[in-house]
């Protein structure tokens, strides 16, 4: 089966993308209970100051997906919301390369 | 020192797609050389055909300039130069999560 990946652009309120960096961290901290998430990073921007890419790797589509109904997933993003001006989710299919 | 991130839009010519990620594929296997090359992924994109994105994660962001000087790395650009007819790169900084 195919991995599954995405680039996740989420853009904060103005003066909040610490604070959603930090509970996105916490997401992080929280998927390292599923070994089906093999890449889960929180990047913030030099350039966009209310940026925060996140960048997953899963081993399928479908493990992701099961992911989002978890009761845990839903809680986090219910604190996250009020701190999210906007997401843009890209879809990847990662084919390969070093740290996969 | 902070750790160096990007995401590189690399559009290819029609039909070259697949030439190019192999090409990528390549250069992912030269990085597994550089110990500061933390992940170098190739991923293609089931809604943009022309389109290969590169994951990267560097030590810092020295050890990325310093590959771009490499003879390796200025053969591997001119032998894709041919294929490409466009480049985004993002730059990032990665702040932590499952699999830094």
Chains 1, 2 share one sequence.
């Not at 929180?42 to 992911?67: F, M, Q, R």
Request: proline share 4%.
């Amino acid at each position: 089966m195919s991995k599954f990946g995405m680039y996740v652009k989420f853009t904060a309120h103005a003066g909040q993308r610490d604070a959603l960096a930090k509970l996105l961290l916490e997401s992080a901290e929280s998927a390292n209970a599923f070994e089906e998430c093999e890449l889960y990073i929180v990047n913030i921007s030099d350039t966009e100051p209310e940026t925060v890419w996140v960048t997953e790797v899963w081993s399928n589509e479908a493990a992701h997906d099961a992911s989002l109904g978890l009761d845990e997933t839903k809680a986090a993003i219910q604190r996250a919301m009020p701190l999210i001006a906007g997401v843009e989710p890209i879809k990847l299919q990662p084919i390969g390369g070093k740290g996969l």
